[in-house]
Each structure stands twice: as structure tokens, then as C-alpha cells.
């Protein structure tokens, strides 16, 4: 790829508190070479070569989505018009998940993918759990959904973590996998092993990591072949921890101790793990979390939207959790939302401000969420960094006098004009360059709902 310079009216380079003006950021083969802040003042463009792409506004690293389920975006505006919690709320998703095969599967998350470039997402950790047929019997090809996935992707034109599920059981005391849920499950954790190790796609914007769905889902004497796994082919493992009270009661009555217990207990903690979720830990499993440098994914469109609680994230972030962000289920694609639920959620919890400054929520959305994917050198607007970028307004009727520090405050997915990921742009005035997101929305969720 040619040398591509582009002038960012405002960026916000690594360690700085705000961001700066007048920045010249050049790339080439996908990675930044350089990013200069200019001096001597004068309007923005002087002394800059007439090939720079001019950014106006405020540019930051891609957004790093931790936390997917690409196909819970068909469930948005259909599961408000009733009473109910997040296991009422999961039988609907179950209704969804019947319906998926590899080609609706890669056209729903394409599209999906695709309002995530939209909103400045670079990056996406998949946690996927949906492998085999409705019935449980796999495809001819058992990785086939998986490989939808990767497509997707692909078309998308963002990077992928494809954290392939374990899903063998449907309770903590190991009841069987029944109607959908069959069609998660490999019977074991050792033939989930051979399938994931089957699935090496070559494309240069994917990595496949691995992921516990819950304590609930594999038994107790498997989690540690998970987690080995993993650690053996030094890829990310992700486990939803702690999402609802109920798991925590179950996980107690069974095995006598918290699910973060029981996954320190069997060695899946540790730096490279991300408990995600997290919402009702005890203050001992806090501790477990921070001590291990365990990270912790923080989904709070999600956790709000199915009345799942609001989680201990400063006291985590104090541990020694590191601290990422995702959409999840997709109630909303929107990391600026996200980010900023973080601290607005924490002064509802405790009644006081000022839990999260904006730097701690930008690192949260960018460089953290990024090395929970496996993508360690990516996140920052630094020479010998992938060239990913995202362009905010600060003209609109959203952030129209908004200094550029507050745009985690103040921006929605909405104000992002350009993204550019490994330095191809992907998004330009707003627009996706290669998907009719509406359109493809529109027509893969009516696929999968009618």
C-alpha cells in the first residue's frame, strides 16, 4: 500500500490527558509511520503536502466491540413489550438462533458488522457459541458458521477475534443441551477442541480465540481444557461471569463456591482471560479478578437492557482489572454510549460523580478492548500501530461546542464521518463504502423473524 497522509484537525495521541490540534498522521502497509503534532501555528493545513486527507473534527484509534453476539441484533425493538427478565428474554433468542443457517448467518452479521464500521467499530471479538444445526447435527462442514463469521467480516471490512464457545451443558449440575441449545453443544470439551483446532482461516483479519460460555455450560472437571487450550496456543479466552444472581446460586448450591471461584479453582484466570459481565461478583471475587489481572468486559447497554444489574466497575478497574467494552446483544451498536454508561451507571450505583475520566474511557474503547482481542498492537494513534482510525463530528447538533475532551460525553455512533482500518477506509462522509447497511438490516433480520 502507497504512503497515505491524512491531517486530523484534532487527535488524540497516546498518554496525552486531551487531544491535540493539527496533527499529521502517515501510513503505509496498513500501519501508521509517523504522527506528527504541527507547530508554529497558522491554519491547520500550513506546510502539509496537498495529498493529506484532511479530518476535520476529532480522530481517534478504531474502537475495539469486546463483546458480540452478531445474530441478538435481529432481537432489537422485539422484546420491549412485555414483563420479564434476562431468562425470559433468552427464550426469544432461542427463537432466532433456530432459525440461522451459514448463508442467512453470514448475511445478518455482515450486515450487523457493517452498522459497527458505521460506528467506528475496528474491531470485533465474536463470542460464538452457534455451531452445528438446529438439531445439533453438524454441518459437512463443522466449522462452516464459523467461516460465515469470518466472511462477514471480511465484507465488512473490520478485524474479527472469532472466540469460539465451549457450550456442553445447560445448567451447572450438567442437565443436557435441549431444543436450540443443541446446536451449540460438542458433546465434550475435548471434541470442541477438535473443531476449533480444524478452523485456521488464513485471512490476515482474523484471529480465533476461545471462550467458556458459563459456569453453567461446561462442567466443572472440563473447564480447564478450555482454558488450556488457550493458554497453549496463546489466544484470548473469554467467560461470561457473574451476569445474573441466579447463576451465582446455582454455581454455590452445586459446587460451594462463586462461579469466579470455581474458574480460579480449575486455572482460567489470568491476564489473558476477560470475564465479561461481571455485574454481581462478591468483593472476594472482585479481588480474585484484579490479583489474576483478569480483564473485565463491561456491556452496559446490554445490562441495562435486560435488567441485569449494574456491576462493581470501579472497584474492578482498582483491583487490577483491566477494563474493555462491548455491545453484545446489540440493544444498541454505539461504543460512545457504552463508554460513557460506565461512569453514569456507576453515580446511579453509588450516588457521586466522577468515577471514570475521559482518558480511562478512551482506553476502555480502544487500546484495552484491542489487546482483549489478541490485537495488542493495535489501539493507538502511534508509528508501528495498525492504521485504524476514527473521525468524529464536532459540528453536530450533538457536539456543537463540545471541546473535543468531552466527546465521550457528548458523541453518538451517528458522529462518525470516516474510518479507516489497516489503512483502508471503510467509511467515508458517513457512509459505508461497500454495504447498504438499512437495506441489508432490513432484509437479514426479516430473513430470520418472519
Do not use: K
Given at each position: 500500500?502507497?504512503?497515505t497522509?491524512?491531517?486530523?484537525?484534532y487527535?488524540?495521541?497516546?498518554?496525552?490527558?486531551?487531544?491535540?490540534?493539527d496533527?499529521?498522521?502517515?501510513?503505509?502497509?496498513?500501519?501508521?509511520?509517523?504522527?506528527?503534532?504541527?507547530?508554529?501555528?497558522?491554519?491547520?493545513a500550513?506546510?502539509?503536502?496537498?495529498d493529506?486527507?484532511?479530518?476535520p473534527?476529532?480522530?481517534?484509534?478504531?474502537?475495539?466491540?469486546?463483546?458480540?453476539?452478531?445474530?441478538?441484533?435481529?432481537?432489537?425493538?422485539?422484546?420491549?413489550?412485555?414483563?420479564?427478565?434476562?431468562?425470559s428474554?433468552?427464550d426469544?433468542?432461542?427463537?432466532?438462533a433456530?432459525?440461522l443457517?451459514p448463508?442467512?448467518?453470514?448475511?445478518?452479521?455482515?450486515?450487523?458488522?457493517?452498522?459497527?464500521?458505521?460506528?467506528?467499530?475496528?474491531?470485533?471479538?465474536?463470542?460464538?457459541?452457534?455451531?452445528?444445526?438446529?438439531?445439533?447435527?453438524?454441518?459437512?462442514?463443522?466449522?462452516a458458521?464459523?467461516?460465515?463469521?469470518?466472511?462477514?467480516?471480511a465484507?465488512?471490512g473490520?478485524?474479527?477475534?472469532?472466540?469460539?464457545?465451549?457450550?456442553?451443558?445447560?445448567?451447572?449440575?450438567?442437565?443436557?443441551?435441549?431444543?436450540?441449545?443443541r446446536?451449540?453443544?460438542?458433546?465434550?470439551?475435548?471434541?470442541?477442541?477438535?473443531?476449533?483446532?480444524?478452523?485456521?482461516?488464513?485471512?490476515?483479519?482474523?484471529?480465533?480465540g476461545a471462550?467458556i460460555?458459563?459456569?453453567?455450560a461446561?462442567?466443572?472437571d472440563?473447564?480447564?481444557?478450555?482454558?488450556?487450550?488457550?493458554?497453549?496456543?496463546?489466544?484470548?479466552?473469554?467467560?461470561?461471569?457473574?451476569?445474573?444472581?441466579?447463576?451465582?446460586?446455582?454455581?454455590?448450591?452445586?459446587?460451594?463456591?462463586?462461579?469466579?471461584?470455581?474458574?480460579?479453582?480449575?486455572?482460567?484466570?489470568?491476564?489473558?482471560?476477560?470475564?465479561?459481565?461481571?455485574?454481581?461478583?462478591?468483593?472476594?471475587?472482585?479481588?480474585?479478578?484484579?490479583?489474576?489481572?483478569?480483564?473485565?468486559?463491561?456491556?452496559?447497554?446490554?445490562?441495562?437492557?435486560?435488567?441485569?444489574?449494574i456491576?462493581?466497575?470501579?472497584r474492578l478497574?482498582?483491583?487490577?482489572?483491566?477494563?474493555?467494552?462491548?455491545?453484545?446483544?446489540?440493544?444498541?451498536?454505539?461504543?460512545?454510549?457504552?463508554?460513557r454508561?460506565?461512569?453514569?451507571?456507576?453515580?446511579?450505583?453509588?450516588?457521586?460523580?466522577?468515577?471514570?475520566?475521559?482518558?480511562?474511557?478512551?482506553?476502555?474503547?480502544?487500546?484495552?478492548?484491542?489487546?482483549?482481542?489478541?490485537?495488542?498492537?493495535?489501539?493507538?494513534?502511534?508509528?508501528?500501530?495498525?492504521a485504524?482510525?476514527v473521525?468524529?463530528?464536532?459540528?453536530?447538533?450533538?457536539?456543537?461546542?463540545?471541546?473535543?475532551?468531552?466527546?465521550?460525553?457528548a458523541?453518538t455512533?451517528?458522529?462518525?464521518?470516516?474510518?479507516?482500518?489497516?489503512?483502508?477506509?471503510?467509511?467515508?462522509?458517513?457512509?459505508?463504502?461497500?454495504?447498504?447497511?438499512?437495506?441489508?438490516?432490513?432484509?437479514?433480520?426479516?430473513?430470520?423473524?418472519?
Open positions: 500500500m502507497p504512503l497522509r491524512w491531517l486530523a484537525e487527535a488524540w495521541l497516546p498518554d496525552d490527558a486531551e487531544p491535540t490540534p496533527v499529521l498522521i502517515e501510513a503505509t502497509d496498513g500501519r501508521f509511520t509517523a504522527v506528527t503534532p504541527l507547530t508554529g501555528g497558522g491554519p491547520p500550513a506546510g502539509v503536502e496537498v493529506a486527507v484532511r479530518l473534527g476529532l480522530t481517534l484509534p478504531g474502537l475495539a466491540n469486546a463483546h458480540s453476539h452478531a445474530f441478538h441484533r435481529a432481537l432489537r425493538g422485539r422484546t420491549h413489550d412485555r414483563r420479564g427478565d434476562f431468562w428474554w433468552r426469544l433468542m432461542y427463537t432466532v433456530a432459525r443457517d448463508d442467512s448467518y453470514l448475511a445478518l452479521a455482515r450486515a450487523t458488522y457493517a452498522e459497527m464500521a458505521l460506528a467506528g467499530i475496528t474491531c470485533v471479538g465474536e463470542f460464538h457459541y452457534l455451531h452445528h444445526g438446529p438439531d445439533g447435527t453438524p454441518y459437512d462442514d463443522s466449522n458458521m464459523s467461516a460465515a463469521l469470518v466472511e462477514a467480516a465484507h465488512a473490520i478485524r474479527l477475534t472469532l472466540l469460539d464457545a465451549a457450550y456442553l451443558t445447560a445448567t451447572v449440575d450438567g442437565e443436557p443441551l435441549v431444543g436450540p441449545q446446536r451449540f453443544g460438542d458433546g465434550n470439551a475435548l471434541r470442541w477442541a477438535d473443531r476449533v483446532a480444524a478452523f485456521r482461516p488464513e485471512d490476515g483479519h482474523v484471529q480465533v471462550a460460555h458459563s459456569v453453567r461446561v462442567p466443572a472440563q473447564l480447564a481444557t478450555v482454558a488450556n487450550l488457550a493458554e497453549r496456543a496463546g489466544v484470548p479466552l473469554h467467560v461470561h461471569v457473574s451476569e445474573q444472581p441466579a447463576e451465582n446460586d446455582a454455581c454455590r448450591a452445586v459446587h460451594g463456591r462463586t462461579p469466579t471461584r470455581l474458574l480460579a479453582d480449575h486455572g482460567v484466570l489470568g491476564p489473558h482471560t476477560t470475564a465479561v459481565h461481571a455485574t454481581h461478583p462478591t468483593a472476594a471475587d472482585v479481588a480474585l479478578l484484579g490479583d489474576s489481572r483478569t480483564g473485565v468486559c463491561l456491556c452496559p447497554t446490554t445490562e441495562r437492557d435486560l435488567a441485569d444489574g456491576g462493581p466497575a470501579r478497574a482498582e483491583a487490577g482489572s483491566p477494563l474493555s467494552l462491548g455491545s453484545d446483544s446489540h440493544a444498541v451498536v454505539d461504543l460512545f454510549e457504552e463508554a454508561a460506565v461512569e453514569l451507571d456507576e453515580r446511579l450505583r453509588t450516588r457521586r460523580r466522577g468515577h471514570f475520566g475521559a482518558v480511562e474511557l478512551l482506553a476502555a474503547a480502544t487500546v484495552t478492548g484491542h489487546a482483549a482481542l489478541g490485537w495488542a498492537d493495535a489501539g493507538r494513534l502511534a508509528a508501528g500501530f495498525r485504524d482510525l473521525t468524529v463530528r464536532l459540528d453536530s447538533a450533538r457536539t456543537a461546542g463540545v471541546p473535543p475532551v468531552g466527546v465521550f460525553f458523541a455512533a451517528a458522529d462518525v464521518t470516516q474510518v479507516v482500518v489497516d489503512g483502508r477506509t471503510v467509511v467515508a462522509d458517513g457512509r459505508h463504502r461497500t454495504v447498504d447497511v438499512p437495506t441489508e438490516l432490513r432484509d437479514a433480520i426479516a430473513e430470520v423473524t418472519s
